[in-house]
């Protein structure tokens, strides 16, 4: 098989050299079979980890320092210990991969559906519990189908269900399917909407989800990624796992480089391994940007990332490495942008998204995005005013008080501050929404003033 | 004749019986419904608030969030073309004009053909092949101008089989055979699991 190229069948995959946890069977034209995956090892750890007590699994888990892979990066089996004992419980997994930038969920929902599911019954057994729901976004009809077919010929084969394998485990996995609203991706949401509500986000406290989460039971809501490692974890065990990546940060993680780099593309990538120039301009990876243009500003953890630049082009791509710097690896996308991008279209196009996406529950966020993204807007069709620069800071103030996180910039004489920002809001959408806004004022200030002040010379007026 | 019909009410009861409690189902079964009709029609709505006990009111309080659902008959095309960050570096809102030149129909609008709905559309997970678009969610890849309008041709001539009209989300769908159903209960009466229990007990 080659490798370092695409991978036509799984289109935007690189299989690249190094080592892969997550998307070893990409490769195979049938990886999302249950015939491919048994006869490359799957349902291994599933069968393994039903001969082990519940709170030993959970125990490699926990050892294995698995961190959470759909943004917040927290551990998952510190996650898992939260849970009160109380029954029922429920384990909720998140696919509604909708953070702009990010695709890796889909693939491996698409291109190994197998995987997943043995990574569900591996945390529902840990866990204790018999019901599981896979919410998977509502604009991924192939990753439904291929999930919903992998499920039935599970079900078939005695691998999910009733007696397992064989034991008298019995535990459902449920597909559930979304219908497009990027907020159901903050875990009470999703919680509210496989309940059959508007996916608003719920106060926490009192409803965090491993206490009062689906039903007001105990709920664990884990993403996709997070879920697809657990059969080679528990097949290979947690030492074997930290060999790969970095001490804090161990194992892999699925990238989505994307924007002006000459290869695009999805690569598995060991944590803290490897640099955003690495990254950008490595053979193995990206190969240079675009027309062999200047590098920007690059989004280094999906749409809510503050922006990094040059100067943060030799941090390695870890969580722990990113937050302090000013910004977050968050949910694994990246998107680079060249000389020829205009700081303020980019920045109003991001911000367009959160305002699009409120749910309205926060006034700070339903207000303060729609009016970041009118003033933009005004900015960027020449109708900009002086005090629209600051006006935007002000709003973004009310969502997001005090400093907030950016990236150094040692000639502008800025320091970082730390991720992650506070908030006025019960979720995290509206200060994701202020990102964009600091990030390209305090790096591009010229090229707002530069717009406002054209806008007044045209109308004759110094407003 | 816009209630669910006799197939889908059997299907809709399939879904019903997997969750604990019956409006866990709704958003599945509005997916049930648009995919009758093509769009979500309010016969439709009360039908499902009978059938998982709401009120009509409720199921629109819960359809109108999501942006999937629609209230007015739509193309046999949905086009969904992203414009979000990665794709708007690359060319998504240029492509988006050329689509509304095209089609002749801004965001939102439908050909008078009844043919195409086209919709300017936020991230839809496909970003190193930007510029991307959906045609029924099914995505089209590293979309030019003159792809897009081939794909246009395609779609007016049939020539696209594999896509399936506006509504119809899975062609492959979840059943669990009965006698493979762990057994899915009520949270006010499911308690620990017994295989759960019996490796947690006190060593004897």
Same mark, same amino acid.
Request: proline share 7%.
């Given at each position: 098989m080659?490798?370092? /190229?695409?991978?036509p069948?799984?289109?935007g ?8 946890? +997550? ?6 034209e049938?990886?999302h079979?249950?015939e ?6 799957g349902?291994?750890?599933?069968k ?7 709170a030993e699994v959970?125990a490699?888990?926990?050892d294995a320092? #698995?961190?959470?892979?759909g943004?917040?990066?927290f551990? /998952?089996?510190?996650?898992w210990?939260?849970m009160?004992?109380v029954?029922p419980?429920?384990?909720? +997994?998140?696919?509604?991969?909708s953070?702009?930038g ?10 190994d ?5 043995e990574?569900c019954?591996?945390?529902c057994?840990?866990?204790g519990l ?19 077919? =992998?499920l ?12 397992i394998d064989?034991?008298d485990?019995?535990?459902d996995v449920? #597909?559930h399917w979304g219908?497009?609203?990027y ?8 919680i509210?909407s ?8 719920r106060?926490?406290?009192?409803f965090?989800?491993?206490a ?9 809501v ?5 879920l ?9 065990? /947690?030492? !074997?796992?930290?060999k790969y ?6 194992g892999t993680?699925m990238l ?15 944590q803290g391994k490897?640099?955003f120039r690495?990254?950008?301009?490595? !053979?193995n ?5 675009k027309?062999d243009?200047?590098?920007k ?12 630049f ?8 870890e969580?722990s490495?990113v ?13 680079v ?6 700081a303020?279209?980019?920045c ?5 998204f ?6 309205g ?12 993204e009118?003033?933009l807007? *005004? ?6 005013r ?8 002000e709003?973004g /103030?009310?969502?997001?008080?005090g ?12 320091? =970082?501050?730390p991720?992650p920002p506070k908030q ?11 990102a964009?806004?600091t990030?390209a004022? *305090?790096r591009? *200030?010229g090229?707002?003033e530069a717009?406002?002040?054209?806008a007044?010379?045209m ?5 | 004749?816009?209630?669910?019909n006799?197939?889908?009410v059997?299907l809709?009861?399939?879904i ?10 709704l958003i599945?079964?509005l997916?049930v ?17 009978e059938?998982v006990?709401?009120?009509?009111a ?21 086009v ?7 794709c708007?570096l690359?060319?998504?809102e240029?492509?988006?004009?050329h689509?509304?030149k ?6 939102g609008?439908t050909?008078e ?7 300017d ?12 678009l ?5 995505h089209e890849?590293r979309?030019?101008i003159?792809g ?8 007016r001539?049939?020539?696209r089989p ?8 899975g ?8 006698d ?6 009520s949270p ?14 006190p060593?004897?």
């Amino acid at each position: 098989m080659a490798t370092n /190229a695409y991978v036509p069948h799984a289109a935007g995959y690189v299989d690249n050299e190094g080592v892969k946890i +997550v998307s070893s069977r990409f490769p195979y034209e049938d990886s999302h079979t249950l015939e491919r995956s048994l006869a490359t090892g799957g349902y291994d750890g599933m069968k393994k980890a039903l001969r082990m007590n519940p709170a030993e699994v959970a125990a490699v888990v926990k050892d294995a320092v #698995l961190l959470g892979r759909g943004g917040a990066g927290f551990p /998952a089996g510190v996650k898992w210990g939260f849970m009160p004992p109380v029954w029922p419980r429920y384990l909720v +997994v998140n696919g509604d991969e909708s953070e702009p930038g990010t695709y890796k969920d889909r693939l491996l929902m698409e291109n190994d559906p197998h995987q997943l599911i043995e990574g569900c019954i591996i945390a529902c057994y840990a866990l204790g519990l018999n019901t599981c729901f896979l919410y998977i976004r509502g604009e991924m009809p192939v990753a439904h189908e291929r999930v919903a077919q =992998a499920l039935n010929d599970a079900y078939a084969a005695g691998l999910v269900g009733k007696n397992i394998d064989g034991t008298d485990v019995s535990i459902d996995v449920v #597909l559930h399917w979304g219908a497009g609203a990027y907020i159901v991706g903050e875990e009470t949401a999703l919680i509210e909407s496989l309940e059959g509500n508007r996916g608003m986000p719920r106060l926490k406290p009192p409803f965090f989800p491993a206490a009062k989460g689906l039903y007001l039971k105990p709920t664990i809501v884990n993403n996709v990624e997070t879920l697809a490692n657990l059969p080679w974890i528990i097949s290979n065990g /947690a030492d !074997e796992y930290k060999k790969y990546g970095s001490e804090r940060s161990p194992g892999t993680r699925m990238l989505a480089i994307s924007g002006h780099v000459k290869r695009p593309g999805v690569y598995e990538v060991e944590q803290g391994k490897v640099t955003f120039r690495d990254l950008f301009y490595g !053979e193995n990876y990206c190969q240079g940007i675009k027309d062999d243009n200047e590098l920007k500003m690059y989004i280094p953890g999906g749409g809510s990332a503050p922006w990094f630049f040059e100067e943060q082009l030799d941090i390695p791509l870890e969580a722990s490495e990113v937050g302090p710097a000013g910004s977050m690896l968050g949910s694994g996308a990246i998107v680079v942008m060249d000389e020829t991008t205009d700081a303020v279209r980019a920045c109003l196009r991001v911000v367009r998204f959160f305002a699009r996406e409120s749910c309205g529950k926060c006034a700070p966020c339903r207000e303060g995005t729609t009016w970041e993204e009118k003033v933009l807007q *005004r900015i960027l069709d020449g109708n900009g005013r002086p005090q629209d620069i600051d006006l935007l800071l002000e709003i973004g /103030a009310n969502i997001s008080p005090g400093n907030y996180p950016v990236a150094a910039h040692p000639d502008g004489g800025l320091e =970082a501050v730390p991720f992650p920002p506070k908030q006025t809001t019960i979720c995290p959408l509206g200060p994701s929404s202020v990102a964009p806004i600091t990030s390209a004022i *305090r790096r591009f *200030r010229g090229e707002f003033e530069a717009k406002i002040a054209a806008a007044s010379e045209m109308s004759g007026s110094a407003v | 004749m816009s209630r669910l019909n006799e197939e889908n009410v059997a299907l809709a009861e399939e879904i019903i019986s997997r969750y604990p409690r019956k409006k866990s189902a709704l958003i599945p079964l509005l997916h049930v419904a648009q995919e009758q009709e093509g769009h979500v029609t309010n016969a439709a709505m009360e039908h499902l608030a009978e059938l998982v006990g709401i009120t009509p009111a409720e199921v629109l309080g819960t359809a109108s969030f999501y942006e999937m659902f629609k209230f007015e008959p739509q193309g046999k095309y949905m086009v969904n073309i992203c414009t979000n960050i990665a794709c708007q570096l690359l060319g998504g809102e240029e492509l988006l004009h050329h689509a509304e030149k095209t089609l002749g129909i801004r965001p939102g609008g439908t050909t008078e053909d009844g043919m195409f709905t086209l919709e300017d559309v936020e991230c839809i997970a496909a970003c190193t092949e930007a510029p991307c678009l959906q045609v029924n969610y099914r995505h089209e890849n590293r979309v030019t101008i003159k792809g897009f309008d081939g794909l246009i041709a395609q779609l007016r001539a049939g020539e696209r089989p594999e896509i399936p009209n506006h509504g119809t989300l899975g062609k492959v769908r979840q059943h669990i055979p009965a006698d493979r159903l762990a057994g899915i209960e009520s949270p006010e009466t499911a308690g620990t699991p017994e295989w759960y229990s019996s490796r947690t007990a006190p060593a004897s």
